[in-house]
């Protein structure tokens, strides 16, 4: 009898690159329900011509090029998917069929295909889209959250993505599947709650050192406004910034390995959504702030390289220095060796 | 938990003069003798080499180059069994000094199960071991042949105070894992010269030393999680005893001794009966849930292990010392060697032919990896040659246990591939001469934290 041999391991993950694109797929599908029924045959035509058009590209792009046709691992159909979503469903039908061509062409295969592209080309695409033919791609409204009911279905959304933040649960979902990182959407999603309400912190206080008042206790009061939820807070818990949370900023070649990396890559990316959202409006904040982040990601990679086990970080060798000035009766601490 | 025993004889009996790292051993005995069971068949005068016994009883047809399970050939003495029981005369070897219990532990050819002969780890040129450790992390109590788990808990006592005294260490220390409940409810509450002992987990900067002092013991037993890992020593070392090995040595140059439950199980056995390492307890899976642990003899070829698990339909796969860094043989006649531990088949189905694709940066590599290391980047480096950037980025720390290449879904072999960068590596090194601070010291440099 002949046996196989080869290194090891000898057992492997039944989970692949297929699995995780179409894991994906699956959990933006209910949100693409609703879409549709909201906003009817023409928003089914955009996700219709985008996927086509992404996989189509895809696939004639790699034969041109006599690569591998790597179609069916469902990674050009997501982009598609992700990319349509973001288009106002009022669109002529050759934008989503542009912006696919152009995310898939330039966003992927001109950075080196999967793993290789630096930034989201779900992003690249709809960028430029948007600076050519801005009149077309700007949604008809501005969606925010007045009520709570408009967290499970948004009337005034503008783009598909809005109209149900709830939808989006499926996102979640693959956290706890651990399909997609947990580590980058938490910081983001922390950041984007700490920063308005730190901001009406700051604020409060600023107004009461403008009123000249000397009173402790009412900078103490100004402690609460943490706790109640800022104006600024409803307007950014849309729908688009929760997809940009569980799928744009997870996207797994744009964001950094490291883990400590990953948490600051989803600080950052948080922290730039603010700002833009802040000036201007959470639709536009959210893609520029993550296509930033995507430039840094790189930087923040490389500065969070982990040094080699058992090495003390900054933290841990102050410690030890001051620790180690005690004399030794006076310690509770853990006494090394001997 | 039950241990079958092999009790039909294969046809022949293949046993490798070399079963751990070091020197080959120059065969006693020639075509055509006749031996007996615990019979000392093998014998080097180097130091890092330790002897090797007959396990059965029959007539040597051959001495020539054969399958080794780690997939080497290997001069080995090929032994025709016959059916008898007759065996050298054993005499135990109890109130020896150190001195000759080392000895008497390379006369009973105890190797540790990651090669190295036990009389040098714990009594290595040149060094001073003051802890010895007896890893019981990767192997189940029943790793050896006790008949219950109080017997494992007082024989492994035994023999880690044998250890000691042969290594001439003050200290000593069990490693338990902490899943393994039947071991922990084992070792619970056991006496250690008349003082009670507790299991206690290590956690952050809470190592052996920290116990040493607390249970006012030099004996204690802690428990950590599982680690794999080929490579896992220096790692391991540092887990529990918060000592830092450097790159390029091993522990024994921190004075760090660890043995496995297999060895330690021996030294008891040869020191309370005399009989040498000839027969080991290996376990086999595969195919079916059935795990079975079989007492075989030394020598015995993987076919008539897996015969007698009952096994008979078509195999691809056969896989020595567990799937996730195991070996896997390309003959099934190959022997049970003293490091060997566990048999795995797979079916033709099982065996897994993926193609690697790109790496998609999805970090579960980084995730999993137990020593901090980013497996996709050495991975990459490997891959291109630039093998001074993975050293910047620590690839010497690699345990070596596979998980980041289990885990990637994109299939990349990445343990294989920072293999070859740490053996380019190694290679390129080999030749320089030494660091400047061994000219002031004999040996390795290390010297201690
Ligand atoms: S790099 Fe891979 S094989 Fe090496 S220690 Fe990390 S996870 Fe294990
Ligand atoms: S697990 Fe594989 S695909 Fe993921 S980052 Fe590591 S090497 Fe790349």
């Known amino acids: ?338 | 938990m039950e241990i079958k025993k092999l009790d039909t004889l294969p046809e022949k009996i293949i046993i490798p003069l070399r079963q751990h790292r070091g020197a080959v051993c120059e065969p006693l005995v020639k075509k055509g003798d006749r031996v007996l069971i615990g019979q000392k068949i093998g014998e080097s005068a180097e130091y890092q080499s330790s002897a090797v016994h007959s396990s059965v009883c029959g007539e040597v047809i051959a001495i020539e180059e054969a399958a080794h399970p780690d997939g080497n050939k290997v001069m080995s003495v090929i032994i025709q069994p016959e059916d008898s029981n007759e065996s050298v005369a054993f005499s135990a070897c109890k109130d020896v000094k150190p001195d000759q219990l080392a000895k008497f532990i390379k006369e009973s050819g105890i190797v540790e199960h990651y090669g190295i002969p036990t009389h040098t780890v714990l009594r290595p040129k040149g060094k001073k071991i003051d802890t010895v450790l007896i890893n019981a992390t990767s192997s189940e109590w029943i790793g050896g042949t006790f008949k219950t788990p109080g017997d494992y808990a007082s024989q492994m006592l035994d023999a880690l105070k044998l250890l000691m005294k042969a290594a001439g260490a003050k200290k000593g220390a069990i490693v338990l894992r902490t899943d393994d409940k039947e071991s922990i409810d084992a070792f619970e509450g056991i006496e250690v010269n008349k003082k009670k002992l507790k299991v206690a987990p290590l956690i952050g900067s809470r190592n052996v030393g920290y116990y040493f002092n607390e249970q006012n013991s030099d004996i204690v037993i802690v428990s950590q999680e599982r680690i794999f890992g080929k490579k896992i020593l220096n790692f391991f070392t540092y887990r529990v005893t918060g000592r830092k090995v450097k790159i390029g040595c091993d522990p024994t140059d921190v004075g760090v001794a660890v043995c496995g439950i297999k060895s330690a199980k021996a030294l008891y056995d040869a020191v309370q009966t005399g009989v040498p390492f000839y027969d080991t307890v290996v376990s086999v899976e595969g195919v079916s849930n059935k795990m079975e642990y079989i007492l075989v003899r030394i020598g015995t070829p993987f076919k008539d292990v897996i015969d007698s698990y009952g096994y008979t339909g078509a195999i691809g796969k056969i896989i020595a010392n567990g799937v996730r860094t195991g070996v896997a043989q390309y003959t099934d006649q190959v022997p049970v060697t003293k490091g060997t531990t566990r048999i795995t088949i797979q079916k033709p189905e099982e065996v897994i032919r993926d193609e690697a694709i790109e790496c998609i940066h999805c970090a579960r590599c980084v995730d999993v990896c137990p020593v901090e290391l980013i497996p996709s980047r050495l991975a990459v480096m490997a891959d291109q040659g630039r093998f001074d950037e993975s050293r910047q980025i620590h690839v010497e720390n690699c345990i070596e246990c596979g998980d980041c290449a289990a885990v990637c879904p994109s299939k990349i072999p990445i343990l294989q591939l920072i293999r070859y960068a740490k053996d380019a590596i190694e290679m390129a090194y080999e030749d320089l001469p030494e660091k400047e601070s061994s000219n002031l010291k004999v040996g390795c440099g290390c010297g201690g934290e």
């Open chain 1, 1 to 338: 009898m002949t046996y196989t041999i080869s290194a090891p391991p000898h057992k492997k993950t039944k989970l692949d690159f297929k699995t995780l694109n179409f894991s994906k797929i699956i959990a933006l599908l209910p949100l693409c329900l609703a879409a549709i029924y909201f906003f009817g045959i023409p928003a089914l035509g955009i996700i219709v011509a985008s996927v086509v058009t992404a996989v189509v590209t895809e696939f004639a792009i790699q034969t041109i090029f006599k690569q591998k046709i790597t179609i069916g691992d469902g990674h050009a159909a997501m982009l598609g998917l992700m990319l349509a979503l973001l288009i106002p469903p009022e669109a002529p039908i050759w934008i989503p069929i542009f912006a696919a061509f152009f995310a898939i062409t330039i966003g992927k295969h001109v950075f080196g295909g999967i793993g290789s592209y630096i930034f989201n080309p779900v992003l690249v695409a709809w960028i430029f889209t948007r600076s050519a033919w801005a009149s077309y791609m700007t949604p008809a409204s501005i969606p925010h959250i007045g009520q709570f009911s408009d967290l499970i279905l948004e009337h005034g959304a503008g783009l598909m993505v809005g109209v149900s933040p709830i939808l989006l649960i499926g996102g979640v979902y693959l956290i706890y599947k651990r399909y997609i990182d947990w580590r980058v959407p938490l910081a983001f999603f922390a950041t984007m709650i700490i920063l308005p309400q730190t901001l009406l912190f700051v604020s409060g206080v600023m107004a009461l050192v403008h009123e000249g008042s000397l009173n402790p206790l009412m900078y103490m009061s100004q402690m609460f406004a943490l706790l109640s939820p800022s104006p600024e807070l409803s307007y950014s818990m849309i729908g688009i910034v929760f997809f940009g949370i569980l799928f744009l900023a997870t996207d797994t070649a744009t964001s950094p390995v490291t883990k400590k990396g990953r948490i600051v890559y989803g600080i950052t990316c948080g922290l730039l959504v603010f700002i833009y959202g802040y000036f201007a409006n959470y639709v536009d904040g959210l893609i520029y702030g993550i296509f930033l982040a995507n430039c840094v990601a790189s930087f923040i990679e490389m500065n969070t390289m982990p040094a080699s086990f058992g090495t003390m970080s900054c933290a841990e060798k102050a410690y030890r220095r001051v620790m180690d000035k005690i004399p030794s009766s006076l310690k509770f601490e853990v006494v090394n060796n001997e």
